[in-house]
């Protein structure tokens, strides 16, 4: 079955670039998705389909892919961005597949 | 205004059964893929279920085959997950969610997902 690996924790400072990475094995053949989930709420959608963003998500949030590693990357870090943040894809013979979850941290 | 309202959750004993229920509105409910993903207390989201849009086609997680059923009633617009056979792992905040479905590939032979509307989620614990 088709794994994702995110890292447990990111740190940025208030108004500077966070980047949360996703590894999976040539995930740059898969569509990978982006979730915010903030303390006690439920998970948004911020990207889809490794770049796009849904109506009413900043442009602050952007997506890439390439390779082995998806990065959603946060420019101009606020302290409401702080959140775990989780990678998608969708596997053929699993279902959904999602990454552990990264937690933001902004300083 | 796409909502989803989950309900049901609850303490159930171990070998027991729950069913959980989703009222969807805002968005016409029987074109849209409808899926169940699960969070355990502190832990990461895990897909459970999903179901198409006249209930025809269903499937699940490793986990829970064989002992949760999805289903819906497009005329109620609600989806719903009975669970049976609850364990002590099967503890989580379930959550319903809507999926957008699309083409993978230059074939589009397989659809993929992701999940652009969820629920508040509902809390299922399952204690003796």
């Known amino acids: 079955s088709y794994e994702l690996t995110q890292s447990l924790s990111v740190s940025v400072a208030l108004g500077q670039t966070a980047r949360i990475s996703c590894g999976g094995n040539?995930?740059?053949?898969?569509?990978v998705h982006w979730y915010q989930q903030k303390s006690g709420q439920a998970p948004v959608l911020v990207i889809y389909?490794?770049?796009n963003r849904p109506s009413g998500i900043p442009e602050r949030f952007s997506g890439s892919n390439s390779g082995n590693t998806a990065i959603l990357t946060i420019s101009r870090a606020q302290a409401g961005d702080e959140a775990d943040y989780y990678c998608?894809?969708?596997?053929?013979?699993?279902?959904?597949?999602f990454g552990g979850g990264t937690k933001l941290t902004v300083l | 205004e796409v909502q989803l309202v989950e309900s049901g959750g609850g303490l159930v004993q171990p070998g027991g059964s729950l069913r959980l229920s989703c009222a969807a509105s805002?968005?016409?409910?029987?074109?849209?893929?409808m899926h169940w993903v699960r969070q355990a207390p502190g832990k990461g989201l895990v897909w459970v279920s999903r179901?198409?849009?006249?209930?025809?086609?269903?499937t699940y997680a490793d986990s829970v085959k064989g002992r949760f059923t999805v289903s819906r009633d497009t005329g109620k617009n609600t989806l719903y997950l009975q669970m049976n056979s609850l364990r002590a792992e099967d503890t989580a905040v379930y959550y319903c969610?809507?999926?957008?479905?699309?083409?993978?590939?230059?074939?589009?032979?397989?659809?993929?997902?992701?999940?652009?509307?969820w629920g508040q989620g509902t809390l299922v614990t399952v204690s003796s």
């Open positions: 969610t809507r999926a957008e479905r699309y083409c993978s590939g230059i074939s589009c032979r397989t659809s993929e997902y992701y999940f652009d509307f």
């Open positions: 805002g968005f016409i409910f029987s074109t849209y893929w």
């Open positions: 179901i198409n849009g006249d209930g025809s086609i269903t």
């Open positions: 040539n995930i740059v053949s898969k569509n």
């Open positions: 389909k490794d770049t």
């Open positions: 998608q894809v969708w596997d053929s013979s699993t279902g959904g597949v």
